[in-house]
Nanobody, 114 residues
């Protein structure tokens, strides 16, 4: 089982990006799927999470700007990021509970210029 994240890049403040993370391999069940981020010199923090029934939660810093969603048929979780700010600059990681084990994807870099 592996998670493959994509969609990062360089964007100006106020712009948008959409991150994707697809799970592949022998998958029986996927429970919570989450996005974390880690900026240089800072701890990794939870950005948003979604359960397999669609319940969502967000960090206060991204509420109203970011939207997490998932396509269970594609084993994919998305993070739509709007009105990006320079402080959103970080490596973004997806994380999921698959077959009752936690897996991490590789990071995808998001850089927001002022």
């Amino acid at each position: 089982v592996q998670l493959q994240a994509s969609g990062g890049g360089l964007v100006q403040a106020g712009g948008s990006l959409r991150l994707s993370c697809e799970a592949s391999g022998r998958i029986l069940t996927i429970d919570n799927m989450n996005w974390y981020r880690q900026a240089p010199g800072k701890q990794r923090e939870l950005v948003a999470g979604i359960t397999n029934s669609g319940s969502v939660n967000y960090a206060d810093s991204v509420k109203g700007r970011f939207t997490i969603s998932r396509d269970n048929a594609k084993n994919t979780v998305y993070l739509q990021m709007n009105r990006l700010k320079p402080e959103d600059t970080a490596a973004y990681y997806c994380n999921a509970f698959i077959n009752f084990h936690m897996y991490w994807g590789q990071g995808t870099q998001v850089t927001v210029s002022s």
